[in-house]
């Protein structure tokens, strides 16, 4: 289809790795918490727009390029697990009852999850190992097929982000009546989002 090899398992290995916890699935649901389900739909685009960026870059052979340039790559490691670390500290020293840590407009939640996708160089590699596993190179129909595969992948990801603010919404308005839980929920988001840039940075 397309030139895309094998076009089901495409997309069940696509939503497996949108299931796989990580800092764009901790945006999304930290946009959800703070700022609803508008939060939720803008952090969900800003994730699709950082992730079809990263994707046509992968296209394009920056990985190749970064590969080859290393002082390039540990710049953009350090950046990102700096801005993660950043936005952890701050859910984790925000004190009870003050003004939210993450903005809630939702043009803020929009470029900082899209600021976390882009962030991580490693998805640039990701995405240069995995489009040549489904490429059929008997029908391989150049930029088409990598936009056909593009395309596949939004969508994909646009619908698991719609399900998981449905029910990140749902948990969010139970947890109103439990301050304590909600505040120890944010502490948690915070440590994990210090530990994703601990991990970005030390899995080099």
């Known amino acids: 289809m397309f030139g895309v090899a094998d076009y089901g398992a495409f997309v069940l290995a696509v939503l497996i790795f949108l299931a796989i916890p990580g800092p764009g699935n901790l945006a999304l649901l930290t946009s959800t918490a703070k700022g609803g389900v508008r939060g939720g739909l803008a952090a969900a685009c800003g994730v699709i727009l950082g992730d079809q960026v990263l994707m046509w870059l992968a296209v394009a052979g920056v990985a190749a390029m970064l590969r080859a340039n290393p002082a390039l790559f540990s710049a953009m490691q350090w950046l990102g697990a700096g801005y993660l670390a950043w936005l952890g500290l701050r859910l984790l020293f925000a004190r009870p009852g003050s003004a939210p840590a993450v903005n809630i407009r939702p043009g803020h ?39 056909f595969m593009a395309g596949t992948i939004a969508l994909l990801t646009l619908l698991y982000c719609v399900t998981a603010i449905a029910l990140a919404r749902r948990l969010a308005d139970r947890l109103r009546a439990s301050p304590g839980i909600s505040r120890a929920l944010e502490k948690l988001a915070g440590l994990v989002l210090v530990g994703f840039g601990i991990r970005l940075f030390s899995g080099r």
């Not at 962030?119 to 489009?131: S, V």
Request: proline fraction near 8%; glycine fraction near 2%.
């Open 109 to 147: 939640y929009l470029r900082q999850a899209m600021l976390i996708t882009l962030l991580n160089p490693k998805a640039i590699m990701f995405y240069m190992a995995f489009f040549p596993l489904f490429v059929d190179p008997a029908q391989h129909r150049g930029l088409a097929t990598f936009a």
